[in-house]
Nanobody
Framework: QVQLVESGGGLVQAGGSLRLSCAAS????????MGWYRQAPGKQRELVAT???????NYADSVKGRFTISRDNAKNTMYLQMSSLKPEDTALYYC???????????????WGKGTLVTVSS
């Protein structure tokens, strides 16, 4: 059983910063790409940032220059450093990862349950 658990969300004023974490645990053989997504009330889930197993990042235009994605492969943990936060960044933030549980397994995508980020104006 594989679990992804997000943490670090909370209430912050506009212009402030937060650091989200996503910890993967369970029967994990290897983790490929990981990513952060968010869903604001009444809107569809959207991509925030992704990172390859080698550490190459990719960002949505809306967060470029403000958010930084990183990962610690030894800890099976991914991070999202968010700075210069805006009220429009308010959303439930989810992480995902493409994970194999054994060497012969196919890559399966796993999702966390989300952590809420609220940015006040």
């Amino acid at each position: 059983q594989v679990q992804l658990v997000e943490s670090g969300g909370g209430l912050v004023q506009a212009g402030g910063s937060l650091r989200l974490s996503c910890a993967a645990s369970g029967s994990i053989f290897s983790i490929n790409d990981m990513g952060w997504y968010r869903q604001a009330p009444g809107k569809q889930r959207e991509l925030v940032a992704t990172i390859t197993s080698g550490g190459k990042p990719n960002y949505a235009d809306s967060v470029k220059g403000r958010f930084t994605i990183s990962r610690d492969n030894a800890k099976n943990t991914m991070y999202l450093q968010m700075s210069s936060l805006k009220p429009e960044d308010t959303a439930l933030y989810y992480c995902n990862g493409f994970i194999r549980i054994s060497i012969g397994d196919t890559w399966q995508v796993h999702w966390g349950k989300g952590t809420l980020v609220t940015v006040s104006s």
